[in-house]
Every structure is written in structure tokens, then in C-alpha cells.
């Protein structure tokens, strides 16, 4: 069965952090509407090898994209192009890299900010490319391109949190409290999406440390959350044994919900 779904990457944000600091999503979680589990970001973690990561399955030293400044087309299928060859509706509000990646590279704000083109992979796109777009405006583009295009597949991809990061560090009031905000901002959505026959996966590309970057091994650069909300997630424990997800389980995770015809690595056990 096809599933719509939405795949929400909130740039740079740690799992303990959004453990301690999303308040409305945890509520789902004590309700029994979400899940969370830990999973740990290929390497290096760095933001465009680890979009790459989580659209293609691949992980960047396989993929060739392992480092910021790589700027060409992915040379993997990704969700975009599987699910654009097999007949659905891709949408994004994204980070203009993701444009590099996936429609058209370099990134030209005029040309590529707003895209409309069946012919591309994204077929539906909102592209931004400073980091301090505020991430309300950032929703606020997505759910247009939802409400206007009814997506089979969407993508958003908030930079606040990352951005933050980068000025304040891992432990700072700064940090946790943009995690906050983009809680809030998620809770006037959700409901919505699921009553629109959405599952909803939100994670992160890679974590945050305390010299104001990331990159490297450390745990806290490595270690993102996922919630998974919607009816065809088996929601099992994220304690037992047999739920290691890895970041590139993720990509075939969405293409299952998509049921599109596809050889990425899948967890079968995060599926209902």
C-alpha cells in the first residue's frame, strides 16, 4: 500500500537535545501517536554527505559527496528520482544544496528558488540559501507546496537549529531553545498531515558540539533522533535489540512507505 509521505531533517539538531527539549513531540510519544529512536549519522558528519546519506541510502565515502564544497548532481538514485520515475509527486522546502544535489547544479537563487518542472526530480520546490531563514517561514513554504501540489513525497528541511549551533555551541541556552521553537512550530502541522494520510519521519543530517561545529566522532555530533508518527510504523520498543537503525536505512524506509520498486536497505522492523 502507498503511503504520502513527509520527511521533516531539522538541520544540526542533536538527540539529546530533542529529547529533553520537544516537548510536543515527546507528549505524542508518552501518547503512544510517535516514536523516537536514536540512530547515528554516517561519516563525517556533515551536512550535504549526510543529505545525500538520507535521500540515496548511500553513505558518503561510497557516495563521493564527503565534504560541503562537492557541489554537483548525485550520481545515486535517490527518493526524488525513484519516486518521479515511478509516476508520484515530489515536493521540497529545502536548503539549496538539496537543489545541487538532486535538479540543478550550481544553485542559481533566480533561476532555481522557485521550481515548478515535472521534468526534474523535485518536481515542487521552495529553495533558500541562508541559513538564518527563519524556520516558521521555512513550514510556512512547505505546507503551501502541500496544500497546492498534495505531494506523494515531501521533503523539509528547517536550517535554525543548525545555524544556532554554529554561534552558540552544543551546550547553550541558544541551541536548546531553538529546538524548542521548531517543537512549536511542528505542533500546529502535525495533526493536519496525519489527518491528510501522511507518515511523517523527522530526523536529523548530524548533531552539534561545544567548538561551535561538526564533523568529527564525537557522540554528540553523531547521535540524531527519529520520530516516526503515522499508522504504518510498527512503533516497537526503541530499546529492543533488533532496533539499530542506521542513517541509511532511512531512504528505503521512505521508499517502502512510497512502495516504490527500489534495492535500498530497509529496516523492516520500523514498518507496520
Request: glycine share 6%; net charge negative.
Amino acid at each position: 500500500m502507498s503511503n504520502k509521505t513527509i520527511l521533516v531533517v531539522l538541520d544540526g539538531l542533536n538527540y539529546q537535545v530533542a529529547r529533553d527539549c520537544m516537548g510536543y513531540l515527546t507528549g505524542l510519544i508518552e501518547h503512544q501517536r510517535a516514536t523516537l529512536y536514536k540512530i547515528q549519522s554516517e561519516l563525517p558528519s556533515m551536512s550535504r554527505p549526510l543529505y545525500e546519506c538520507l535521500l540515496t541510502g548511500v553513505s558518503p565515502v561510497n557516495s563521493g559527496i564527503v565534504n560541503n564544497n562537492i557541489v554537483r548532481l548525485s550520481n545515486q538514485e535517490s527518493v526524488f528520482s525513484l519516486a518521479t520515475k515511478q509516476g508520484k509527486t515530489t515536493a521540497a522546502a529545502a536548503y539549496h544544496w538539496v537543489s545541487e544535489l538532486y535538479n540543478i547544479a550550481p544553485y542559481h537563487a533566480v533561476r532555481d528558488r522557485f521550481t515548478h518542472d515535472k521534468e526534474l526530480n523535485i518536481q515542487h520546490a521552495c529553495f533558500y540559501h541562508w541559513d538564518h531563514y527563519p524556520d516558521e517561514a521555512l513550514f510556512l513554504d512547505a505546507e503551501h507546496l502541500r496544500q497546492t501540489h498534495q505531494p506523494d513525497f515531501l521533503l523539509i528541511h528547517p536550517m535554525n537549529i543548525d545555524d544556532i549551533g554554529h554561534k552558540f555551541g552544543l551546550d547553550s541556552r541558544q541551541y536548546r531553545n531553538s529546538a524548542r521553537t521548531v517543537d512549536i512550530i511542528l505542533s500546529n502541522y502535525i495533526d493536519t498531515w496525519v489527518n491528510d494520510g501522511y507518515q511523517i519521519l523527522i530526523t536529523s543530517d548530524h548533531g552539534m558540539n561545544n567548538d561551535l561545529s561538526h564533523g568529527g566522532i564525537l557522540p554528540e555530533e553523531r547521535e540524531v533522533p527519529l520520530f516516526v508518527i503515522g499508522n504504518s510504523f510498527s512503533h516497537q520498543d526503541p530499546t529492543l535489540k533488533d532496533m539499530k537503525i542506521k542513517q541509511t536505512d532511512i531512504c528505503g524506509a521512505v521508499c517502502q512507505l512510497l512502495a516504490l520498486e527500489h534495492n535500498k536497505p530497509y529496516p523492516q522492523e520500523l514498518l507496520a
